[in-house]
């Protein structure tokens, strides 16, 4: 069972960028389809991206063109590239590895605060 910590969030202006990390603990190659998502303040989370095991990737329709989700199977490591932020970009982002084999959990991350602010 891996576990997942973010990293990389904080308070940028908007119009810049930051690039969030999710690193696990274990490997994450073959087994998992690696997501992003956020929650803002008063709402439901919702998915940002996702990259499946085998490179394909999903996007929000919100996030597309800006947000680039990538992942580097030696570190087991997954980013969010975030380009062109907007305030309502601002919330709290958790990564999640999302299991394509039995045997194995879904699993949540801490989630980092990312804050979208002049």
């Known amino acids: 069972q891996v576990q997942l910590v973010e990293s990389g969030g904080g308070l940028v202006q908007p119009g810049g960028s930051l690039r969030l990390s999710c690193a696990a603990s274990?490997?994450?190659?073959?087994?998992?389809?690696m997501g992003w998502y956020r929650q803002a303040l008063g709402k439901q989370r919702e998915l940002v991206a996702a990259?499946?095991?085998?490179?394909?990737?999903i996007y929000a329709d919100s996030v597309k063109g800006r947000f680039t989700i990538s992942r580097d199977n030696a570190k087991n490591t997954v980013y969010l590239q975030m380009n062109s932020l907007k305030p309502e970009d601002t919330a709290v982002y958790y990564c999640?590895?999302?299991?394509?084999?039995?045997?194995?959990?879904?699993?949540w991350g801490q989630g980092t605060l990312v804050t979208v602010s002049s």
């Open positions: 999640n590895a999302d299991p394509e084999r039995k045997g194995y959990l879904e699993v």
């Open positions: 274990g490997t994450i190659y073959s087994i998992y389809t």
């Open positions: 990259m499946f095991s085998g490179g394909g990737t």
